[in-house]
């Protein structure tokens, strides 16, 4: 999936959220800290990372991607 952002980032939090993976950012920070998304291949626990484009968060198996606008 690509999640196309018009910023310079997006928080892992808001794009989980805008990526309709979690319900409410309350789940999504829970599900952050506890290790259960990556980014980039790696397990993040920092919910307000900044996800540029190019950047790839993982979830239950699903990989979003942070595509830029041009």
Do not use: H, W, Y
Request: charged share 25%; proline share 1%; with cysteine.
């Amino acid at each position: 999936m690509e999640i196309a952002i018009q910023t310079e980032f997006i928080r892992l939090d808001a794009l989980l959220k805008f990526a309709d993976q979690v319900g409410s950012g309350g789940e999504a920070k829970r599900r952050i800290q506890d290790g259960e998304v990556t980014v980039n291949g790696e397990v993040c626990t920092m919910r307000g990372k900044k996800c540029r484009p190019g950047d790839v968060a993982g979830i239950d198996g699903v990989t979003i991607t942070v595509t830029g606008t041009s």
